[in-house]
């Protein structure tokens, strides 16, 4: 039997990915379309014998060149050989909806709609004449409610029929009569190339005169090009002419009148609507008073589940890990393998499966406030903080606050930001937001040389890294994305609850795709760091005479303008790129034949302001193999994460040169 | 009376009569996509904790703006 091949299209929050959870369970898999950045989950499930494929489209309001997620969409809609598009619609919000639908009907797509949430839009009062509205449209509708089975049996006999039958959903579309006048000229001019009929040549013409720079560069390369253009700029002037708006406002007008049209039909909307439940839970949580309050609390509330909740399982791992550890070395004795194996490949794992607590707990709570409808909220409170210091979106308040307490999960939570460049730029900040691992080393140094003022000289740390986070922002703005303001125009999706399937699917593939992806980066920084350390043969463990001390002695006089220029610090910052907590381990490793100890090494090497400028340095470089990995997988390749090493080490060394000079100017030593 | 949409007072409504030059082309087609055509009604619902930006209704769905993206829309208040 042959394979169906299906695509969900509709807008976003309308329940399109819960119906994809639900038909598709656990087969599917999520990677990229091809040569992009955006996502592409794809899964299959049976019914009656027959396997239904099935590709979740990402979630447009429209399908014009505006976005990759929107080309992403019409090119699947355009070029593959699916045999029915379904189109999901949220009932309560027909006429939006609509919209996009229009759309897929002027691209003529073997549609099908999928009217969703019936249940809450009845509740609201709304009553949608299905049978009606499939006939007025011309396209098959049925109902269902997606995070159930309701519907189901409707639904995959409209899909089969789709399949044995396709439509022409173009047929009953029609734009008044002074533009389909126009577009059938414009049609029947494209026709007489056939190099541009691999798709309606109304749907070409209708984007020609929308300024679609794709549709426009194609038809250049036709042999009718100059007639189409004369013609298109004949309409163009036309229109403005009649209407006074452009071809691009006549055409979205045109839409909507037939879509009003529609609901005048089919929807009867009630007369005196009642107040919404997402109303009444707006009223507190977007309140004047209310709002910032409430989105710390929840802040705070997923900032120590993730963190306080997740260490003591990362310590139980990680208690595992040394116990393994130590027991191989028992079992094969101290060699060279049971040290790679031990202090290379083990505790590169261990470092791996540390993150992964975090990483879950994180998920679940994000996915849980993402499709419960507060992230949304929350990027409304918080918008005008992030707009004005960052010049970021307001979802991007979530990362950062994360990043205080692991970059990974800070950098993996960028995901929810919908435009790419606020997610680069996003992504490039959390590493300067002063994670735990940092304070390990601040409280090695400041317990020996500030005793009296702890507190105040830890704050000042996390204080620099949030202002050369915003500074930094500012460059990287002006460097990579010259004049780029993404608009914040963004829906407030009605609340929902998350279904319990939908945020565990979410978390483990996340993890999953942590564990994959950056944790072979991280395992594979372990072993090279581990060969450095071991290596000549013979030396003691990560000692002066090793590869690692050779190569700290080294580069030692580089860091010498910053008062720190000794090779015992070099090459903790070299360890320190691993994780930034080793930088403790190695330093109290390497002066620990010192005699009285490593504090008495530690306090003869540094003066306070040498601590405090390495404190600086220990702050701003480069992030450790874990979050870079994490950047890596996130950004698609190693532009990003190279970006970041450069901008990283010398911000680092800039910062902590100007800390240490003009600490000495001002007297301290 | 015509004014631009972010100087709508909250729980006022208008409708939408142009756009006028300040925004961007492809603001503009994103936004004609979220319905903001000519006719719509759009009513000013809430404005967030520390000023901007601001929530509107529009074709019985909620949205968000900023100040500076509102600004381009002008509406015909009665």
Known sequence: MENIKIGLAGNPNVGKTTLFNNLTGLHQHVGNWPGKTVEQAAGHFVENGERIDVIDLPGNYALSAHSIEEIVSRDFIVDEDSDAIINVIDAANLER????TVQMM????????????NKLARKNGIDIDVDKLSELLGVPVVQIEANSDIGHNDLMKMIKDLKDHPIESKRKLVYGEELKEHLGDLAKLISKDNNLLDVSPYWTAIKLLEDDEIVMDKVQQSSMSNPIFLEVRKVKNHLKDLYGVSAGEAIANARYAFIDGLIKECVQLPKN???TMTGKIDRIVTNRVLGIPIFLIIMYIVFQVTFTLGSPIQDWLDSIVTAIADGTVALIGENALSSLLADGVISGVGSVLSFIPQIVLLFLLLSILEDSGYLARAAFVMDKVMHKILGLHGKAFIPMILGFGC???????????EHEEDRLVAMLLVPFMS????????????????ASSQANVIFSLYLLGVVVAIIVAAIIKKLFFKGVSTPFVMELPTYKIPTVKGVLMHTGEKTWGFVRKAGTIILA?????WVLSYFPAGVDYGSQASYIGQLGTFIAPIFSPLGFGNWQASSALIFGMVAKEVIVATLTSVFGSFPGGATAGITAAFTPLTAYAFLVFCLLYIPCFAALGTIKQESNGWKWPAVMVCTCLITAYVVSFIVFRVGLLLGFH | MIKSLDQLKTGEEGKLVSYNDGGSTELK???MGMGFVKGSKIQLKKIAPLGDPFEYKIKGYSICLRKEEARNIEVDVE
């Open chain 1, 106 to 117: 002027e691209l003529d797509a073997n549609l099908g709609i999928a009217l969703n949430m």
């Open chain 1, 525 to 529: 920084a372990a072993i090279i760091v």
């Open chain 1, 273 to 275: 609507p009642k107040p």
């Open chain 1, 435 to 450: 994670c735990t691992a940092r304070l390990p080393v601040y409280l090695l140094f400041v317990g020996i040389f500030f």
């Open chain 2, 29 to 31: 087609r994103h936004l």
């Open chain 1, 407 to 417: 970059g990974v999960p800070g950098i993996m939570a960028t995901r929810t930001l």
């Open chain 1, 97 to 100: 909806n609509l919209y996009l």
